[in-house]
Structure formats: structure tokens, C-alpha cells
């Protein structure tokens, strides 16, 4: 019986160390994901500040500057760069479990009221 005690502690210790491990590897996982995103965000802002000035220095007497051409690049690359915050923050970071639950109680007091 005392063998498997030894046994239960031995095992309890081994899944804790597991436990930690696992829990090291996600938050280095998630890590990971957040240093992507601002390495993403920052050559977004430094390529789109050195093409929009690259575009603005070679522009024509009359050309205007507020042209769709100028600022392209910037708006499909945002695009990009919002999924990617998206995948790195979820979408709950806009609409997160508790916004879902005022707006359920919402819609049923209001429901709740129009039968009362």
C-alpha cells in the first residue's frame, strides 16, 4: 500500500510539472503570436510612410496628393494587418463574452416587457 502511495505522489508531481510546462508553452505560443503582430505593425507604418512620401515628392504641378493611387497600398495592407490583429487578439477582443451576455439580458428584459 505504501508503494502506492509513493506511486500517486510520484504521478501527481510529474503531471503537475507537465501542467506548468503546458501552460509555459501556450503563454510562449501566444507570445509569439502578439510579437508578430507588432513587427507586422511596424514595417505597415514605416514601408506605407516611405511610399506615401515617395509619392508625394514625385507628384506633378496640378496633381493632387488625395488620390486613391497614393494611399492603395496603406488601405489593402491595412486590411491584411486587421485580420492578422484579429487572429492575434480574437474577435472577442471587440465583442467578448461579457458584451454577448449584457446584450442577451437586453434583448430578453426587452422581450419580457413587450409580453408583460
Do not use: C
Amino acid at each position: 500500500m505504501e508503494n502506492y502511495n509513493k506511486f500517486d505522489e510520484n504521478q501527481s508531481s510529474v503531471q503537475a510539472k507537465f501542467n506548468k510546462e503546458e501552460a509555459y508553452l501556450r503563454a510562449k505560443k501566444k507570445l509569439d503570436k502578439l510579437k508578430g503582430f507588432y513587427w507586422h505593425l511596424a514595417a505597415y507604418i514605416i514601408v506605407n510612410i516611405f511610399l506615401i512620401s515617395m509619392v508625394s515628392g514625385n507628384l506633378h504641378e496640378g496633381e493632387s496628393f488625395w488620390q486613391f493611387e497614393t494611399f492603395a497600398t496603406a488601405i489593402f495592407w491595412g486590411i491584411g494587418l486587421m485580420f492578422h490583429f484579429f487572429g492575434v487578439f480574437g474577435p472577442g477582443f471587440l465583442f467578448g463574452k461579457n458584451w454577448e451576455e449584457r446584450k442577451i439580458n437586453e434583448f430578453m428584459d426587452k422581450d419580457k416587457r413587450h409580453w408583460e
